[in-house]
């Protein structure tokens, strides 16, 4: 059982959602070749042993440093003829979920996204998928010799193993049909921590009153080491930039602790933030609904707590 891993960069730097996807691979038990594309630190590409993969490729070509998903699928397909694997995994991101889409039509594999553990393999192949925003899951069981498997956030534990891989050069010859679309631009998001890599997220809502408030939850983050986030209302009334914006029509987020001060919690915001490891709320309305879906909450003023909160965190480190 050959597994292909798909890792995804950024600015040569490998995404920590593309780490989870090498352990994912590795605690399903065969061999583990990851794949990356565009340049990339040679560094970052010799770390991916120490958390299971057995092999590197690298597709060296500047032309795929841009997410061109027909370019993409492309060298995907040939790889994992190449490698004789029977299995892609990848992280769900916006470039890995039509990504992992497309190499499934192309090599006919059965296809499962945003999934949320290791495979049951005792009668069938059997994986456990997110549904409905988060609310129910699903088991599905994969037919096809082929698979591919999204897996969300948080779907496998990072641990190191130790693995020494060399990086294997691989070359691939690209069609110009390939390159049909074009990137005419990107915006990046902005912050010391970007929120689809955070481990700690701390985000405000209209109970912080104003834009000019936001300093407290700032200072916070930066104990923390967070990215800070907020509710929709928020950024729709311009006091937070939209690429903050958590919730089901905004970023969704899977980190270790989500800690949401001022947020009533209506249930598109929580569609968005509902995978959290843990969720602390921080509200002065002990009827709000955000405490329903909190493992720990406090009643109170935050413009009280969160000062409190920034220096008991400073004293204890």
Known sequence: ???????????????????????????????????????????????????GAQKVLHVADE?????????YATVLTKAMQDENADILVMANSSLGTPLAARVATKIGASLASNIVGLPDTTSGFVVKKSIYTGKAFALIDLKNKKKVIGIRKNAAAIQQVGNAVEITPYNVTLPDSDFATKITSSEQATGEVLLPEANIVVSGGRGMKGPENWGMLEALAKTLHAATACSKPVSDMGWRPHHEHVGQTGVKVAPQLYIA???SGAIQHLAGVNSSKYIVVIN???????FKAADYGIVGDAFEIIPKLTEAIKAAK
């Open 63 to 71: 032309k795929l440093n841009q997410g061109i998903i027909q370019a």
């Open 284 to 290: 002065k309305d002990p009827e709000a609904p955000f």
């Open 261 to 263: 001060v001022g947020i």
């Open 1 to 51: 059982m050959a597994i292909l891993v798909f890792v995804e960069s950024a600015e040569g730097k490998i995404k920590k959602t593309s780490v989870e996807a090498i352990a994912y691979a590795h605690a399903m038990g065969g061999p583990v070749t990851a794949i990356a594309l565009g340049s990339v630190d040679q560094s970052e590409l010799k770390g991916l042993g120490n958390f």
